[in-house]
């Protein structure tokens, strides 16, 4: 062992422990001595003093670590004062453990002998005796070593300067009273002032034009509550133009992890403030427009419904029959529309509730097959169901999942040519309790860019659109918050040329 002290009678009390516990011990009385004999002796283990001549503990022990012929031997530093930052030091320094002197002897004999059985073994070699270096040489080391680290930590400090004072940022730091210690040149130009102007000066006074109770209470609310804290406000150029910032505090923390300050980072938020304020403008507008848009297709259905009623009652010539049941199918077509229109409006608000009811959901899709069968007859298409298991019963709202499965069934009349096929599937998925109905067409297809974009409303697909068949653009849009609301979820597989193939889901 090498113990190092400037006390006589430490190193006594010292030397006399490790004795009686069978250890070879060599002294030292100054960090010179004890750096020469580490060389000479090369010690299995080294407990050195803090404060000795010529060199202190500190620096015996960091010159000794940057040495691999000599960093392998474990080192503890030894103090005869607690203060604040000493463990600290000596573990930055390189050093194994701490102790201090005059504490509980056995926990020192505990910690050699757990750094004696962890240190790493080294080979015995048989080699001649090296003299150790003298004092200059090991001075001469040592000042080398300090302004290696002088330089690497000026350099690391004008690195993070550069990197502050280019952030487009502002930031801020304060100490404890509040008073800034640097201002970076974002936050000079946000207020207009110099560095020199803010610096020293305390925010709390309500310095001219700094930042004021926005500031403060983040600042505030970071140093008691040790934590980020969030705030945003305005800062005045000295101009008297105010700039909106959203201010982002953390406290300012040294070596130990004891609060001494604050930093606050100043984001310009003019654009986001811009555009929020333009987002209200528009759903203002947007409100304006449904509302508008609800009061006319609202007014419009009752006189049209007058008018399909009226017609209803007619008994026309068979000259006539022809353009009467045109005129009905335009009615209905038009009357569903505004229907649409309105559901869609509520369904958007939160206004419209579900009807929920046992039901089948075979009968369901005969009566879809049902309303667009005509249609389907004219182009000699081919419409099939399969539902497994046959029995398949639903709690829904009966009227608005017809109107789904209706909406579903008249697109793929619409867009399957002459003499194609369309089939209804429906099954249980056990794996997520959900009913899967899947309407299968042999039209076009659809684009994939398209998938989401037919679910909004007065969306279609450009594909369709060149032929001469047109729809509204409702009906989908229609389709999703009515499943959706129900829980569920749809959506469409197809590719271009081989039909589409319409899915949506429904809680079992």
Same mark, same amino acid.
């Given at each position: ?65 940057? %040495? ?111 008073? #800034?210690?640097? #201002?970076?040149? /974002?936050?000079?130009? +946000? ?16 310095? %001219?034009?700094?930042?004021? %109770? ?31 910032? #959203? ?6 923390? %040294? ?54 009623? *009226? ?19 335009? *009615?209905? &077509?038009?009357?569903? +529309? ?13 206004? &419209? ?14 009566? /879809? ?75 076009? *297809? ?9 679910? /909004? ?52």
């Amino acid at each position: 062992m090498l113990a190092a002290d400037d006390s006589p009678l430490a190193l006594t009390i010292l030397t006399r422990l490790l004795k009686g516990e069978g250890y070879r011990v060599v002294t030292a009385s100054d960090g010179i001595e004890a750096a020469q004999l580490a060389y000479q002796e090369a010690p299995d283990l080294i407990v050195l003093d803090i404060e000795m001549p010529r060199m202190s503990g500190y620096q015996v022990c960091r010159l000794l670590k940057r %040495d691999p012929a000599v960093a392998h031997i474990p080192v503890i530093i030894l103090s005869s004062i607690d203060v604040r930052g000493t463990e600290f030091w000596s573990l930055r320094t390189g050093a194994d453990a701490f102790a201090v002197k005059g504490a509980n002897s056995s926990d020192l004999l505990k910690t050699i002998q757990t750094l004696l059985a962890n240190a790493p073994k080294q080979p015995k070699k048989q080699v001649e005796p090296v003299s150790p270096p003298g004092p200059e040489e090991i001075l001469s080391s040592v000042c080398a070593l300090m302004n290696e680290e002088l330089y690497a930590a000026t350099i690391g400090r004008i690195e993070l300067k550069t990197i502050v004072q280019n952030l487009r940022d502002g930031v801020l730091t304060l100490n404890l009273a509040g008073e #800034a210690i640097t #201002a970076n040149e /974002a936050l000079c130009k +946000m207020l207009g002032k110099d560095e020199s102007e803010l610096l020293g000066r305390v925010f709390a006074d309500g310095l %001219d034009s700094v930042p004021g %109770d926005g500031m403060l209470s983040a600042f505030t609310a970071a140093i008691t509550e040790g934590g980020a804290v969030e705030e945003e406000t305005a800062i005045e150029h000295s101009s008297g133009l105010k700039t909106p910032v #959203a201010i982002s505090a953390v406290p300012l923390k %040294d070596y130990l992890g004891a609060t001494i300050g604050c930093v606050c980072l100043f984001h310009d938020i003019t654009r986001r403030k811009e555009i929020e304020q333009l987002m209200v403008q528009m759903q203002a507008l947007d409100k304006v427009k449904n509302d508008l848009t609800h009061m006319i297709v609202h007014d419009l259905r009752t006189p049209l419904t007058s008018l399909l009623a *009226g017609l209803q009652t007619l008994e026309p010539s068979e000259q006539d029959r022809e353009i009467l049941d045109i005129s009905l199918s335009g *009615g209905q &077509m038009l009357l569903g +529309m505004i229907n649409d229109l309105l559901d869609i409006s509520k369904m958007e608000e939160g206004l &419209m509730t579900l009807d929920k009811s046992p039901l089948s959901l075979k009968k369901l899709i005969e009566d /879809a097959f049902q309303q667009v069968g005509w249609l389907a007859a004219e182009k000699e298409l081919d419409i099939q169901a399969d539902i497994v298991p046959s029995d398949i019963e639903l709690h829904a709202d009966a009227e608005k999942l017809l109107r789904v499965l209706v909406n579903i069934l008249g697109n793929a009349v619409k867009f399957t040519p002459a003499k194609g096929n369309i089939k209804a599937r429906a099954r249980i998925d056990t794996a997520t309790a959900e009913v899967v109905v899947g309407i299968a067409d042999s039209g076009e *297809g659809i684009p994939k860019e398209a998938f989401e974009r037919i679910f /909004a409303k007065f969306e279609q697909v450009e594909t369709r659109l060149a032929g001469k068949t047109k729809s509204t653009g409702l009906g989908l849009a229609f389709c999703k918050l009515v499943i959706e609301a129900h829980g569920g979820r749809i959506w469409v597989e197809s590719e271009p040329g081989q039909g589409s193939t319409f899915f949506f889901t429904i809680p079992h």
